[in-house]
């Protein structure tokens, strides 16, 4: 094989690697535990904070504090913190309002992002197991309970909830069958290791794991590798979760995808000593099958695509390999043009890991640039 041949099949399995490779050496290792998602029974609930950092949220915070306040859990052993991160709308006067109900208010005074404001949050929680959740997200009445259970065992750190996107018709949409992936490799990896990420939208932590809250990583990521660090486990709870509405304004999701994914690579940055196997064993090996390899995946695609085109000239082949990917491509990004082809789930699924390679490439240019992400802003959706 001549050079180029090896860049392809380099291309070829960084490709498929976080997607299919990742999961099955998942697969292949023995099991460790088996997550409870049935059971809500617990001899003494352990106290509980509830976090909810919000920014100029007036349109959505009431229904968030009905739902937060709706949470099946003792009421004595509850707390509900909401963090204003420099709201000038009437967020924090409506607030104020749930005060005879238990909701406590904290300011940030300056607008300062979600993890500063969720760290000055923190100085005014009580209890031993901290609940952070996003002013956008459901909350099922018996998630809490779910999501708190498995800190009965002393070895388990932190919890996350499983996504659910859903259409107005509470149907899952492109993006939801690409999260139930997702949550699948998060089952993989809480039987058999340890979460990578937790859902940052909705997860619980030991007080002891958020001692070290680094404000330059995202909050989700950054607990996962405190559970690491501190010898324990972040696992999900299948049941407890976190339901999400259509995007209000589907012209901001591929912006909320790039922000997303810089948040996340800055924070690998600043944390990139978790990629080294000597030192953090398997837990490493994840992080480059679940992260690295995943945000390296646009660029695998692009050598696959041009290597392809290259050897096409002397193998049938490499011919075929290059006419499916340009068809392929074509089919991800036809509904960009006519909307309609948005009716047809197969396309539908194409057309969303169409943009999240090409918001992944655009995010590793903007960290390759040194660009500073934006202040943080909760993605608009519709009501629920």
């Not at 009431?62 to 003792?74: M, S, V």
């Not at 699948?184 to 939208?201: C, D, I, K």
């Not at 500073?372 to 993605?379: F, S």
């Amino acid at each position: 094989m001549t050079v180029i041949h090896y860049i392809f099949w380099f291309g070829a399995v960084g490709s498929v690697f976080s997607y299919l490779l990742y999961p099955a050496i998942l697969f292949l290792r023995r099991r460790l535990r088996r997550i409870d998602c049935e059971s809500t029974a617990m001899n003494a609930w352990p106290d509980v904070s509830i976090i909810v950092p919000v920014y100029n949220g007036e349109d959505i915070i009431a229904r968030k504090l009905d739902i937060t306040l709706d949470l099946e859990y003792p009421t004595e052993s509850l707390q509900i913190v909401v963090v204003s991160d420099g709201s000038t709308d009437r967020t924090e006067e409506i607030v104020e309002g749930y005060a005879s109900r238990g909701v406590q208010l904290v300011r940030t005074g300056n607008r300062c992002g979600k993890e500063e404001a969720q760290k000055i949050a923190l100085k005014a929680c009580n209890a031993e197991i901290f609940v952070f959740t996003d002013v956008g997200t459901t909350t099922p009445p018996e998630s809490l309970k779910k999501l708190v259970l498995p800190f009965s065992d002393d070895q388990i750190g932190a919890t996350s909830s499983e996504d659910k996107f859903l259409d107005e018709d509470g149907r899952p949409k492109g993006e939801g069958i690409y999260v139930r992936y997702e949550m699948w490799l998060r089952r993989l990896e809480s039987n058999r290791a340890t979460l990578v990420g937790l859902s940052g939208s909705y997860f619980a932590a030991r007080r002891s794991v958020c001692t070290t809250w680094d404000t330059e990583v995202p909050s989700d990521f950054n607990t996962a590798i405190e559970c690491a660090e501190n010898g324990l486990f972040a696992v999900s709870v299948p049941g407890a979760n976190g339901v999400y509405a259509d995007v209000a304004n589907p012209s901001e999701e591929y912006g909320r995808k790039v922000r997303t994914v810089v948040r996340g690579m800055r924070g690998l940055i600043f944390k990139r000593k978790v990629l080294n196997p000597l030192q953090y064993g398997f837990f490493s090996l994840q992080m480059w099958g679940h992260k690295l390899t995943r945000w390296l995946m646009p660029w695998c695609l692009l050598i696959v695509f041009v290597t392809s085109i290259v050897l096409s000239k002397s193998s049938a082949f490499f011919f075929a390999i290059a006419v499916l990917q340009a068809v392929m491509y074509f089919l991800a990004f036809a509904p960009a043009v006519v909307p309609s082809l948005m009716n047809f789930l197969p396309l539908r699924i194409l057309y969303y890991i169409g943009t999240v390679n090409v918001a992944i490439a655009h995010a590793a240019v903007q960290v390759l640039s040194g660009r500073k992400m934006a202040a943080w802003e909760p993605t608009k959706r519709s009501a629920g």
